[in-house]
């Protein structure tokens, strides 16, 4: 799977990420993804901004994205999360780049804007690569 077309494929039957939570894949290649979350009533928190969890699934589905466009099964070994702001308007956006892609393991860096641009979260993730 290394082009758009593939990972909507792939990551179509992912009904939480997709339909659930309404994450859209924008751009996918080798060991990169871009995805963008449309936010509405259901991701926000009782104080009205959007959830962390819904930023954190965001995060953690682009990621896979980035690291299954290999010939490769990964799942996550760890993720962190850190939060930098809240997000301003609707539309948020991750990219998931790659920083190591070996052969059991790889680490991503996962960046969430918002649609100003404003950095509002960034994930560090460690995939672990199974066989198929």
């Known amino acids: 799977m290394k082009d758009l077309f593939s990972?909507?494929?792939?990551?179509?039957?992912?009904?939480?990420a997709t339909e659930t939570t309404g994450i859209t894949i924008e751009d996918a290649r080798e060991n990169?993804?871009?995805?963008?979350?449309r936010t509405d009533e259901r991701h926000r928190n009782a104080g009205?901004?959007?959830?962390?969890?819904a930023i954190?699934?965001?995060?953690d589905f682009t990621f896979a994205v980035a690291a299954n466009t290999e010939d490769?099964?990964?799942v996550?070994?760890?993720?962190?999360?850190?939060?930098?702001?809240?997000?301003?308007?609707?539309?948020?956006?991750?990219?998931?780049?790659?920083?190591?892609s070996g052969r059991t393991t790889c680490a991503f860096d996962v960046l969430v804007t918002d649609?100003?641009?404003?950095?509002?979260?960034?994930?560090s993730a460690v995939g672990l690569r199974l066989d198929r």
């Not at 990169?32 to 979350?37: D, N, P, V």
């Open 32 to 37: 990169y993804a871009k995805c963008s979350l």
């Open 7 to 16: 990972a909507r494929k792939r990551f179509k039957d992912d009904i939480f």
């Open 76 to 100: 996550s070994l760890t993720s962190d999360i850190r939060f930098l702001g809240t997000a301003r308007g609707n539309t948020l956006t991750a990219e998931a780049k790659c920083l190591k």
């Open 72 to 74: 490769t099964m990964t």
């Open 48 to 53: 009205g901004r959007v959830m962390g969890g």
């Open 115 to 123: 649609e100003t641009g404003t950095l509002i979260a960034v994930v």
């Open 56 to 59: 954190f699934t965001l995060a």
